[in-house]
C-alpha cells in the first residue's frame, strides 16, 4: 500500500496527559508526526487535534482506532489532502534595512501575496498563509537575504465532507 499524507483529527475532551498518550501511540508505530495542531473546535469544551503524518491508509486506520481508545477521546477521523482543506501560517523576521534597501524584498512580498505584520527599528516581520508549499517558496526566495528568525504553524483543516461529530455528542 502507498504512503501518502493523512490528517488525522481528534475531538477529544481537555485533558492533561493526553497528548502524551497520543503521541506514544505514534511512537510505538515509528510514525513520525509531521504537523501537529490543538486548539478548541466547533463545539464547547471539546478540543481538537490535527495530527499530519505520512502513513498507509492502513496505518491511518489502526492509529485512528488506537487514538479512539483513549478515554478522554470522542471520536477521531484520517483525510487525504483530497479531502480537506487546510493551511498553514508562516512567519520570517528579517532585518529592517533589507527592507528599504532592496527593491526586490518589496517584490517579493507583494508577488507571494504576504503582509508586512509589524516594522520596528532592526526588523520587520511577514506573515504567509497558504499551503506548506507556498510558505517553503517564500522562505527560499528570503534566504538569500538573510532571515533572521523564521517559524511556521501545524496544519488547520477542515473536511470536505460532512463530519458526524456534533450529532454524535447530541445522541450521548
Do not use: C, W
Amino acid at each position: 500500500m502507498k504512503e501518502q499524507l493523512y490528517t488525522i483529527s481528534v475531538y477529544t475532551e481537555n485533558n492533561v496527559g493526553l497528548l502524551n498518550r497520543i503521541a506514544t501511540i505514534f511512537l510505538k508505530r515509528h510514525i513520525n508526526i509531521e504537523s501537529l495542531n490543538v486548539s478548541r473546535s466547533e463545539i464547547e469544551d471539546v478540543s481538537r487535534f490535527n495530527i499530519v503524518t505520512y502513513i498507509t491508509e492502513d496505518q491511518a486506520k489502526v492509529v485512528t482506532k488506537q487514538i479512539e481508545k483513549q478515554i478522554e477521546v470522542i471520536k477521531a477521523y484520517y483525510h487525504t489532502d483530497d479531502e480537506t482543506i487546510f493551511q498553514e501560517t508562516a512567519i520570517y523576521k528579517i532585518a529592517s534595512d533589507l527592507l528599504f534597501d532592496q527593491r526586490e524584498i518589496q517584490n517579493i512580498i507583494k508577488d507571494s501575496h504576504a503582509e508586512i505584520v509589524t516594522v520596528a527599528r532592526d526588523f520587520f516581520v511577514i506573515s504567509k498563509t497558504g499551503r506548506r508549499q507556498d510558505t517553503e517558496d517564500l522562505y527560499n526566495q528570503l534566504k538569500p537575504y538573510g532571515i533572521m528568525q523564521f517559524v511556521r504553524s501545524g496544519r488547520i483543516s477542515v473536511s470536505k465532507n460532512k463530519m458526524e461529530i456534533s450529532e454524535l455528542l447530541t445522541n450521548i
